[in-house]
């Protein structure tokens, strides 16, 4: 079993700084995902603990090896991408195989690992296909076979499932969970979906611009976000973040006024003691509204979208800070009418608007 650490890991492409320092210690057989908005730096880090891209500076260890300077080859990684670019003219064994013939290994050796991977990946039956006789889900399927065979100590996918349809990605969501589970090697996964990540991670990196804004676990993520951008980047719908002035602090509480909400105020319990006047931000999240809620809050609802077991109401979607409020079964919320609802100061999230971390 393989863990990697990665120490002030630094890559530019020319003059343009693209990871800027990242440190990250991912244990043994441990799932982590990698999510951030485009651009951000995903498929680099990715690259380079594959070895594919050198880093500019810093170390990278794999197990007990530090392979800074080592070989793609050498590494002991097997990276599946988005486009799966099977062999055409090869059958799905071939294809399984191939890397492995090319690297010397016996015929009998070759199948017997693509026997074992096509038995954990259901693909039995289609071994003697080509690849334009297979489903989508299926072509993704060999090219994770391809991995498999290889015994890799870490796999790496870059958002292997972003070409396949919504059905079929929750379908290979869960293989995926189960290979994970059946092998148990680390896996490193790349993806913009929130679901995927919040399902299959055992961590998650939030990245930004080439730095870590927070890792941890898909619910200290949720529970605890350290700033703003996590705060918005974990949960869906987004989290809602309302405008305020501290008007009272000290004595284990403050006191926040919401701009834009005459005469609303929320008392939250916090450790620190910011400062009387300071601007921040409440973050709330849409399914945290409830009408019990005791900072109450009346708004107008623009849109009511029925999703069958929840709905959510829209509202503000003109101004610059529009809320998206979960509704519940039997709510009264009607379209282009006044609502008040309301939520537990306990379950907002407190910021500074100017650093956009976390006041506790
Ligand atoms: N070979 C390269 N030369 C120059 N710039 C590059 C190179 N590869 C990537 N970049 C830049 O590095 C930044 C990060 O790219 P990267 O592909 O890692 O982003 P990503 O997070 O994977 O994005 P996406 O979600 O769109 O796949 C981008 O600004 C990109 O333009
Ligand atoms: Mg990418």
Do not use: W
């Amino acid at each position: 079993m393989t863990g990697l650490i990665l120490q002030d890991v630094k890559k530019s492409f020319g003059k343009v700084d693209v990871i800027h320092g990242i440190d990250l210690q991912i244990e043994s057989g441990e799932f982590v995902v990698f999510v951030g908005p485009s651009g951000c730096g995903k498929s680099t880090l990715l690259r380079l603990i594959a070895g594919l891209e050198d880093a500019t500076s810093g170390t990278l260890a794999i197990g007990e090896q530090d392979v800074t300077h080592v070989e793609a080859a050498d590494r002991g990684i097997a990276m599946v991408f988005q486009s799966y670019a099977l062999y055409p003219h090869m059958s799905v064994a071939e294809n399984m195989g191939f890397g492995l013939k090319m690297t010397g290994s016996s015929k009998a050796e070759v199948k017997n690992r693509v026997s074992a991977a096509a038995e954990i990946l259901q693909l039995e039956p289609l071994l003697d296909r080509k690849p334009k006789a297979l489903s989508g889900g299926q072509r993704q399927r060999v090219a994770i076979g391809r991995a498999i065979v290889r015994q890799p100590k870490v796999f790496l996918f870059d958002e292997p499932l972003s070409n396949l349809d919504a059905e079929l990605r929750v379908q290979m969501r869960l293989e995926i969970a189960k290979l994970h589970k059946d092998l148990k090697s680390t896996m490193i996964y790349v993806t913009h979906d929130q679901v995927e990540a919040m399902t299959l991670a055992d961590k998650i990196v939030v990245l930004r611009a080439g730095r870590v804004e927070q890792f941890g676990s898909p619910l200290e993520l949720y529970r605890n976000p350290d700033n703003i951008f996590v705060g918005g980047f974990i949960g869906s719908p987004r989290m809602n973040f309302l405008a305020g002035t501290i008007t009272a602090s000290g004595g284990g509480t403050v006191t926040v006024d919401f701009d834009g909400y005459a005469g609303t105020a929320m008392t939250k319990t916090i450790e620190g003691i910011p400062d009387v006047g300071s601007k921040v931000m409440v973050g709330v999240r849409p399914e945290h509204f409830t009408d019990g809620g005791s900072t109450k809050l009346e708004v107008r609802i623009d849109v009511i979208e029925n999703l069958g077991g929840v709905a959510y109401g829209y509202a503000g979607a003109e101004t610059d800070a529009p809320l998206t409020i979960q509704l519940n079964e039997g709510h009264t919320a009607q379209e282009d009418a006044a609502l008040v609802t309301g939520f537990d100061p306990d379950r907002a999230f407190l910021f500074d608007a100017k650093s956009e971390k976390r006041l506790r």
